[in-house]
């Protein structure tokens, strides 16, 4: 499998007719990736590419190993066998907040936001790691980190625009609809500005009227800053409509890889997984 350079595409040659970000090379590849815990093997020699600027989606049953698999990406679990190579460079043992220095920010498929604080101070969690102020300057808001605390909030209130949620940037999450919780956590990762977003499950427990928001602002964040994005979604009505690309993942083997279509049509995907095998 080739880890490509990213592609350097610049000018109009950068985009496609309806706007986006042209996919590129590939940015993060990760292969042969086994894990397990204990006696349970959660994933079994995984290999799959993430392009530049595409939205990929990891579907399959319950317990195949999607969000494992996220958590490999991210750090959070270290598979036994395999590599991850990310911009051309395998990646050494990662902890999640170097992930997220490194440009890969995650939400998780429970909200973990602090539900009592409100919107924009939520949000403003997601800037953590670029912080440069030191704990005491921050603790006591001196000259430098006044400043640098002006910035991230001028930018976070960028984001509450985007994801229009002006009207609740002061509410306390706890007391928001769930539609919006998981909005205002889209949000807490894209203050990260990442390069690679990891969404698990974003549209779980969401009425129709929800999931649409929440498939536009997923699209529009992709359009707008050219993030890639991976997640992981049950629906899949909406797999098909926004994703470049599927994995498929069964008893935590790869089933298949490639467009809907190709998916679509993949008989072991109707047999395992589509075809109501589960
Ligand atoms: N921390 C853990 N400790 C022990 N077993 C785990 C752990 N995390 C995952 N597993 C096991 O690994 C397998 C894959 O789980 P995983 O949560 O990755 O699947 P999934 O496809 O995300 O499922 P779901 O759609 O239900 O979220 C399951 O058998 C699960 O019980």
Known sequence: MSSTAVSAASGSDAFTADGRHKIGGVILSVQNISLSFGGVRALTNISFDVRQH????????????????????????????????????????????????????????????FKGMSALDNIMTGRNTMMKSGVLAQAFYLG????????????????????????VRKTPVGRLPYGLQKRVELGRALAAQPEILLLDEPMAGMNLEEKEDMCRFILDVNKEFGTT??????????????????????????????????????????????????
Do not use: W
């Open 54 to 113: 595409e939205i990929l989606a990891i579907i399959g049953p319950n317990g195949a190993g999607k969000s494992s698999m996220l958590n490999v990406i991210n750090g959070f679990y270290h598979p036994q066998e395999g590599k991850v190579i990310h911009k051309g460079q395998e990646r050494k043992r990662m902890r999640p907040f170097m992930a997220a220095r490194a440009g890969i920010a995650r939400t998780f498929q429970n909200i973990a936001l």
């Open 144 to 167: 430098r980190a006044r400043k640098e605390e002006t910035e991230h909030r001028e930018f976070c209130e960028k984001i509450i625009d985007f994801l229009e949620i002006e009207a």
């Open 229 to 278: 994005i991976v997640l992981i979604e049950h629906d899949m009505g909406v797999v098909m409509d926004i994703s470049d690309r599927v994995v498929v993942l069964d008893y935590g083997r790869k089933l298949a890889d490639g467009t809907p279509d190709e998916v679509r049509a993949n008989q072991d995907v109707i047999d395992a997984y589509l075809g109501g095998g589960h």
